[in-house]
């Protein structure tokens, strides 16, 4: 059977195990949202726990550009990279619908703790004072692929 030609540049698929490796080990990666058809994409710190994402935002106010693609049952994009060289790199999209996660929620403890874990998150989440300026949120899985070329390391 021929190789494929475009592998060095498209990788082959990732297994679950693979794809879980680089979520909880990566922390940050690229979010993207949409409304009324304008695309938005922010890099950010993340928390992984095997089943979704967790993220959070300082509330920065009504007219914060976040607020206009940030809702609770939007769709969203995350994508995380991990690239050492020009043909050893994997990549996982996540793609499915955000969740509010807010105080008292039993989720926002699992978000403070995986984002306190993350080495690429800020401080925010351990300082009690400041919880209540931050919105948690968890993006629900719905889709996830991984990609990757990794050179035979001997």
């Not at 995350?78 to 039993?106: K, M, Q």
């Amino acid at each position: 059977m021929p190789s494929d030609p475009h592998g060095p540049w498209t990788g082959t698929p990732m297994g679950e195990s693979a794809v879980d490796d680089l979520l909880d080990s990566k922390g940050w990666g690229v979010l993207s949202l949409a409304a009324d058809d304008e695309p938005y994409s922010l890099p950010i710190s993340f928390g992984y726990d095997g089943d979704a994402v967790y993220f959070g935002f300082l509330r920065t106010g009504e007219e914060s550009r976040k607020s206009a693609f940030v809702t609770d049952g939007a769709t969203a994009r995350l994508l995380v990279t991990d690239v050492r060289a020009r043909f050893d790199w994997r990549s996982v999209a996540v793609t499915g619908p955000l969740t509010a996660v807010d105080l008292p929620d039993d989720d926002w403890e699992t978000l403070r703790s995986l984002l306190n874990a993350n080495p690429w998150s800020s401080t925010q989440f351990a300082n009690v004072d400041l919880v209540e300026g931050l919105r948690g949120w968890r993006l629900d899985p719905e889709s996830v692929h991984g990609r990757a070329v990794r050179p035979d390391r001997g």
